[in-house]
Every structure is written in C-alpha cells, then in structure tokens.
C-alpha cells in the first residue's frame, strides 16, 4: 500500500476535521512533521490500520467504508 498526502501545520492537531488521516512524524533531529493523507489514495473495504493491545493481541482495525473511516473489532 502507498499512501500520499500533502504536509500540514502541526496546528492541524488542534482540531482534525471528521474522516481525515494525519501521520505525525519526527526525525533523528526531533522535527515533527503532520502529513494528511489523501483518503483517495486508502484502499477501500479493508483494513488499513491494524492496532494491537499492549499485549500484542489482535485489537482492531480501520476501514475506508463509502468514505468514511470505521473502527472494527474483529477486522473483517
């Protein structure tokens, strides 16, 4: 999967917009960088983003669904 977006002020995390995906970066030097993710570019009707609990089981997942990001648990 390769995703692409667009760098965003760090003032975006303030208040992040509804169905919108920032990746927050930081570099060796400690820069932070937000990057918003074009949601054209998240593959549709499955998962993206896998999330596992501290005790690395399976916790749940996010999928682009008509657009809109939708939490599963279980992943489909």
Request: hydrophobic share 35%; net charge negative; aromatic share 8%.
């Given at each position: 999967?390769?995703?692409t977006?667009?760098?965003v002020?760090?003032d975006?995390l303030?208040k992040?917009?509804p169905?919108t995906?920032?990746?927050?970066?930081?570099?060796?030097a400690?820069?932070?960088?937000v990057?918003?993710v074009?949601?054209?570019?998240?593959p549709?009707g499955e998962?993206f983003?896998r999330?596992?609990?501290?005790?690395?089981?399976?916790?749940?997942?996010?999928v682009?669904v008509?657009?809109?990001?939708?939490?599963?648990d279980?992943c489909?």
């Amino acid at each position: 999967m390769k995703l692409t977006g667009v760098e965003v002020s760090v003032d975006t995390l303030k208040k992040v917009q509804p169905n919108t995906l920032l990746v927050v970066f930081s570099d060796k030097a400690g820069a932070i960088k937000v990057v918003q993710v074009d949601n054209d570019s998240i593959p549709k009707g499955e998962a993206f983003v896998r999330v596992n609990t501290s005790d690395s089981g399976q916790g749940g997942c996010w999928v682009c669904v008509n657009g809109c990001f939708e939490w599963y648990d279980p992943c489909p």
